[in-house]
């Protein structure tokens, strides 16, 4: 996207009170709504569990966090390690989704660090163990996964991952997830399926400011 067309981009952020909010505190906003969901979908599975599994289970997951993670955010053990020893973890809860918010963790770390192919590893590993558990587990796994994708500038898996954001009976953030494919395919150089892709944010989403950016996307290829 051209300098001029990220300054439009910030100038419809920043129209109301709640886009300057956004504008300046994205990366807060972001985690304050994962933990609000994560807080609800956590509470919606583990509740169908008994008391005694859960507490098991919890007990296992916190024992890892306290004493495993903590090494891998002192540095204290190798990014393979980790995620092998992460591994054995899943083996051992399964489904259990109280997994997730450690997964995540994990991988932001391994993100912030720049070790992508260690995030990668740990949100597919979760996938492949949590994903039938609940679908709003499956949406955050792809939601990350397709995070962690584009910026290894696998634009491909970014798209799969996308996409089965889209299929999924979870109906969250849909606007941003067409206005992400549409980005992403206008990278690939894939100008048709942008435009298809930015043109339904605008015709379904029109009130949002995701359809202020799509038609600005839209403008910029005209």
Partial sequence: MSNKMMSYVDEELNRTEIGQFVARNKVFVISVIIAIFLGVILW?????????QQQEMSQ?????????????????IEGKDYVDKFANLLKVTGSYSGTLTLSIQSADLFIERGELNFAKEI??????????????VAWFLNHRLAVVYEDSNDLENAVT?????NSSSVKLLESKVYLD???IYLKM?????AMINFKYVVDHFSDSN?????????NDMN
Avoid: C, W
């Avoid at 296992?60 to 002192?74: G, S």
């Avoid at 150089?189 to 399926?193: A, L, S």
């Avoid at 995701?210 to 839209?218: D, E, N, P, Q, R």
């Fill in 189 to 193: 150089g894939k100008k048709e399926d």
């Fill in 60 to 76: 296992v997951v916190y024992d890892f966090e306290k004493n495993t993670f903590k090494q891998l955010e002192e540095k204290k």
């Fill in 123 to 136: 949100l597919e590993k979760s996938h492949n163990e949590l994903k039938g558990s609940n679908p709003f």
């Fill in 210 to 218: 995701f359809a202020k950016i799509a038609k600005l996307y839209l």
């Fill in 161 to 165: 991952y996308l996409k089965k954001m």
């Fill in 181 to 183: 494919l549409g980005r």
């Fill in 44 to 52: 919606g599975v583990t509740s169908n569990m008994s008391e005694k």
